[in-house]
Structure formats: structure tokens, C-alpha cells
């Protein structure tokens, strides 16, 4: 694999402090944030320099159920082809749920949920990586994800889930200290059992990214500076592997460009002090320093691999598996976006949580698609999305979203400025082609409220 070196993830909104930073090797850049034909500027600079761009998938979901969409996997080769790049990046995944493999609503996530360490679940995963390598004209790494709730009935731990991922595929991982660091706080994982049980061999570089603690609970934000907890991560992981690449993460509430510099050099410090321990390899043999250790597995508990199932059951056992993760992962979904009561053992007070940052996470998008919504409604904007994300869950991707947002404000006759209203009439129009609601749609659409609040009573 490719020695990357050490990296930030490329924003357009610190575009020139990435550029200006010094000793900075790479980049990458969220996969779904470029067009297939061009690049930003920025972005051409960099590569002129020699730097390497790496594209960062979110929304192939391939822990979802169902397979990953051609149209989705062709667009990330053409852009992993457009930079040059050595290799794409995804996360183990589950971004949408529901269709017709459960005969459910099709709803959206918006946002990255953790996927069941099942043998089912594997089994499904498993598949998709490789109908994903077979699509893509470069190596593939999967990341492993933070998460705020915990599946009940799971069979495996990380680490052993994130092993025999690798053992089946050969896909190459790309380890989030921060992650692990998250799944400690929320979940109770030992971050050091997960690199124990983890190929180290098998890593293509790492993520360092910032969080904060609130009421018990580690959110993942990436809006805020690198705690040290997960810098002892990252020391535990450097003392086991000298990682290929290391790579800091920032999406939001983005420092001045020297506590950026900071940051790197704490993670450059962090890499010098924590030297590769001497591994035992075979009958003694020893290797340390810079060289990429040998892991020596241990002998893999029986189980049940995808292509001994197809043979043995035919696909109709596979489609039954897919189906199963389906079920499972549509409910929890529906729980958490659409109000709908919880699967049975999940914590539900922790499902709140979900449900809240997932809503929160889909406001922050939706101001960066159409930042003229905050600006119209100002201080406004934040309780009115909330509001409405409480009952439309997402079903289209974020700017049907937007467009959805705005229509039910005009039908509600919302805002009641009457500037602001003829401002956002005029945004909808401009985007969905049509007229805005008139008067007797919103009159319509009042009783039917009206009705549904008397039933509800």
C-alpha cells in the first residue's frame, strides 16, 4: 500500500489554510462533494504539487441490506480515476433502509448508522465489498464507524467483525481512533482489545478527528479539537504498526489556520514517540522499527462463508439473510426518523439521542445545500427544520429534502413575514419548477392537519 504520509481532509471552507499548511502529504475529499468532470481549483493546485487526493465515500451504504447501487459505485470510479488516486475509502454502513426487499417505506438516514456484528450481517457485508472491488478500478478500505447505540444479540466484537471482513475480501481498513475512542464512552469497547483482534497489516491509514462529551454520552462531531484520549489511541495503534497514512479530520467550526498546524503536529509527535513494538513472527523471528509487521492469525472459528452458503443452499438462503438484516435494520431506522415505536432491546433513551443528532446532522446539511434557508428565516431556521424533520422522515437525498422543508412552510402559510415569504415562494419556485402552494392548498392542507390533531387527541 502506498506510504501516504501525514493529511488533512480537504474542505472547501479551509481550502487556502490546507494549501498553506505546511508538511501536509495528502488530502481527502468527500467523494460525494465533487462533480465526476471537474475539479476545485484547490484541489488542482495540490495535485500539481505532487500532493495525493484520496476520495472519502458516505452514501454507498455497503452494511445496508440491499446490494450497492451501480449508479452510486460508477460514480466514485470516475472520480477515484479523475483524481488519480491510489485507492477510495467507504465506511461498514448502513445509510438507508427499507424498500422492496421488506415491502417498507424507502427512508434515508442521512447520516452513517452502525451495522449489527452478526453472521447475517457479515454475510450481507461481505457480498457488497465485493461487488464494490469488482466496480471500482482502484483498492477499496472501509471504515469502521462511531456509533451511539448498541444492536442487541450482536456475535461478534469489532475487532473479530472487522478480521473476518478482511479474511473474506481482502478489502483494507481504514482505523478511526476517534471512533474507537466514541465506542468506548457509548458502548463500553476496549479500544485496545479492538487493535488486539484488528490486521494491523491490513490498514491503509488512519483518521484523528475531535469530539465532545454531553450528558454521558461522546459525540463524534468533528467540530471540535482532538481530545487526548484519542491520542493515546493513535499512540497504542503506532506502537503496533507504523500506519501508512495518518489523516485529520475537521467538517465544521473550522479554527484558525495555526490551530489546524497544531493539531497536526500533535498527531506527527504523537507517531514519533510510539516506535512499532517487536512482534513475534512464526518460531521467533522478530521484525520492528519502520517495516510493516507479519500478523501471524490465530486459526478462524467456523463459520459460515458466503460462497460455501451459495453453494451449499443456493441464493435463496443469501436473499434470506439480506432480508432478515432488512427487517432489522428498517425498523431501527424507522424508530429513529419516523417516530415509530423501538425494536425490542434496544436502549431507548440512547435511541433518542440517535434520533436527535440525526435530526440536528440533517439540519447542518441542509444549511450547507441551501444556506439561503438560514439566511431567509435566520434564528428561525434551526426549530422550524427540527419541527419538520420530526414527521418527514428523508426519502430523496437533501436537496428533495430542502425542497420538501420549504413547500410545507409556504402550505402552513409560514413564515408570517410577508418579505420572508415571497423570498422563500421565490426560492421554491426557482427549484422546483412549479407554482408555490396557493390558498386553497394551504386551506386543505389546515383541515387535514386540524382532522389528524382531533384523531391523534
Wanted: charge should be neutral.
Amino acid at each position: 500500500m502506498k506510504e501516504l504520509g501525514i493529511g488533512i481532509g480537504w474542505r472547501p471552507e479551509i481550502a487556502d489554510a490546507v494549501e498553506a499548511l505546511p508538511g501536509v502529504d495528502w488530502v481527502e475529499v468527500v467523494a460525494e462533494n465533487l462533480c465526476a468532470d471537474h475539479l476545485p481549483d484547490s484541489l488542482r493546485r495540490l495535485r500539481a504539487r505532487g500532493a495525493t487526493v484520496v476520495p472519502h465515500g458516505v452514501s454507498l451504504g455497503l452494511g445496508g441490506a440491499d446490494r450497492p447501487d451501480a449508479g452510486r459505485l460508477a460514480a466514485l470510479a470516475q472520480k477515484a480515476e479523475l483524481l488519480g488516486a491510489p485507492l477510495v475509502t467507504e465506511h461498514i454502513a448502513f445509510v438507508r433502509a427499507g424498500g422492496p426487499l421488506t415491502a417498507t417505506p424507502l427512508l434515508e438516514a442521512g447520516h452513517l448508522l452502525p451495522v449489527p456484528r452478526t453472521r447475517d450481517a457479515l454475510d450481507v457485508l461481505c457480498e457488497n465489498v465485493r461487488i464494490a472491488q469488482d466496480a471500482l478500478p482502484v483498492p477499496l478500505a472501509l471504515e469502521n464507524i462511531a456509533a451511539l447505540v448498541a444492536w442487541p444479540g450482536e456475535e461478534m466484537t469489532e475487532g473479530q467483525f472487522l478480521s473476518e471482513l478482511v479474511e473474506r475480501t481482502g478489502v483494507r481498513l481504514l482505523i478511526d481512533v476517534a471512533n474507537l475512542h466514541t465506542n468506548h464512552v457509548n458502548r463500553g469497547e476496549d479500544p485496545a482489545r479492538a487493535l488486539s483482534e484488528l490486521p494491523v497489516e491490513a490498514i491503509a491509514y488512519v483518521h484523528v478527528a475531535g469530539g465532545l462529551e454531553r450528558d454521558g454520552v461522546w459525540h463524534d462531531t468533528h467540530a471540535h479539537p482532538v481530545a487526548g484520549p484519542v491520542l493515546d489511541i493513535l499512540a497504542d495503534l503506532a506502537s503496533r504498526i507504523s500506519p501508512p497514512g495518518v489523516l485529520l479530520e475537521r467538517d465544521d467550526r473550522f479554527p484558525p489556520q495555526e490551530e489546524l498546524a497544531a493539531e497536526l503536529t500533535a498527531i506527527r509527535t504523537t507517531l514519533a514517540a510510539a516506535r512499532p513494538r517487536p512482534l513475534l513472527i512464526g518460531a521467533g523471528a522478530r521484525v520492528s522499527g519502520g517495516a510493516m509487521p507479519v500478523r501471524v492469525p490465530a486459526p478462524a472459528p467456523p463459520r459460515r462463508d458466503a460462497s460455501v452458503v451459495a453453494s451449499a443452499a443456493g441464493s435463496r438462503t443469501a436473499d434470506a439473510a439480506r432480508q432478515r438484516v432488512g427487517l432489522a435494520q428498517a425498523a431501527l431506522l424507522s424508530a429513529l426518523v419516523a417516530g415509530t415505536p423501538a425494536p425490542e432491546g434496544f436502549d431507548v433513551r440512547r435511541l433518542g439521542v440517535q434520533a436527535r443528532a440525526l435530526a440536528a446532522k440533517r439540519a447542518d446539511v441542509i444549511a450547507k445545500v441551501a444556506p439561503e434557508l438560514p439566511r431567509i428565516l435566520g434564528d428561525g431556521y434551526r426549530p422550524a427544520f427540527l419541527a419538520y424533520a420530526r414527521s418527514r422522515p428523508m426519502t430523496d437525498g437533501y436537496r428533495h429534502d430542502a425542497l420538501d422543508f420549504v413547500e410545507g412552510l409556504l402550505v402552513a402559510g409560514r413564515p408570517e413575514d410577508p418579505r420572508a415569504r415571497r423570498q422563500l415562494t421565490d426560492w421554491w419556485r426557482d427549484r422546483a419548477g412549479l407554482r408555490p402552494p396557493g390558498a386553497g392548498t394551504r386551506l386543505v392542507h389546515r383541515v387535514r392537519t386540524a382532522l389528524g390533531r382531533g384523531r391523534a387527541a
